[in-house]
T-cell receptor, first 115, second 108 residues
């Protein structure tokens, strides 16, 4: 399988717990994006990496959120002290980032439910 | 006002009908994306375009840069086309702004 993969696909956690999601991009893609999608809304940008460097963070990414891409390959998104408002689909996408125009390939998403 | 607006929000049509989904944006873009999202949540990129028109099978996407408007058309619609279609504007700052999506339901 050469597409973007995410793990886990579903996560149910109690409020206050920490959760970590993983994204494996397409292997030759140097850009990796995280998005959040709440029910009935389009995805919202959270952050993106070019190789291992985190280049942009949305104001949506509070101090409880941290993302890493230590070796420029897979990425993790951690949410500390989860709140019910964190319940959403977390989407990862990757792209080659070559030139001005590039196409993002999306993973299947991780659906988080905070109870 | 959202920077990317889609219409309609919901659309129900009979199999075989010609479908049009519209997208208007207010930001400067390097490209515009049309995405398809099925109930499981996975997103598939349908088109990325910066000018003119693109066609893939029964799907056609057009964009008018001057009017900041794009349309997605589906010819000979089929129940398997039922999904949420999302328009996304790719700004020059490498961030994509998504519309809220159009929920399409094709009846057999």
């Amino acid at each position: 399988d050469t597409g973007v993969s995410q793990d886990p696909r579903h996560k149910i956690t109690k409020r206050g717990q920490n959760v970590t999601f993983r994204c494996d991009p397409i292997s030759e893609h140097n850009r990796l994006y995280w998005y959040r999608q709440t029910l009935g809304q389009g995805p919202e940008f959270l952050t993106y990496f070019q190789n291992e460097a985190q280049l942009e963070k949305s104001r949506l990414l509070s101090d409880r959120f941290s993302a890493e891409r230590p070796k420029g390959s897979f990425s993790t998104l951690e949410i500390q002290r989860t709140e019910q408002g964190d319940s959403a689909m977390y989407l990862c996408a990757s792209s080659s980032g070559q030139g001005v125009q590039y196409e993002q390939y999306f993973g299947p998403g991780t659906r988080l439910t905070v109870t | 006002k959202n920077e990317v607006e889609q219409s309609p929000q919901n659309l129900t049509a009979q199999e075989g009908e010609f479908i049009t989904i519209n997208c208007s944006y207010s930001v400067g873009i390097s490209a515009l994306h049309w995405l398809q999202q099925h109930p499981g949540g996975g997103i598939v990129s349908l088109f990325m375009l910066s000018s003119g028109k693109k066609k893939h099978g029964r799907l056609i996407a057009t964009i008018n840069i001057q009017e900041k408007h794009s349309s997605l058309h589906i010819t000979a619609s089929h129940p398997r086309d039922s999904a949420v279609y999302i328009c996304a504007a790719d700004g020059w700052d490498d961030k994509i702004i998504f519309g809220k999506g159009t929920r399409l339901h094709i009846l057999p």
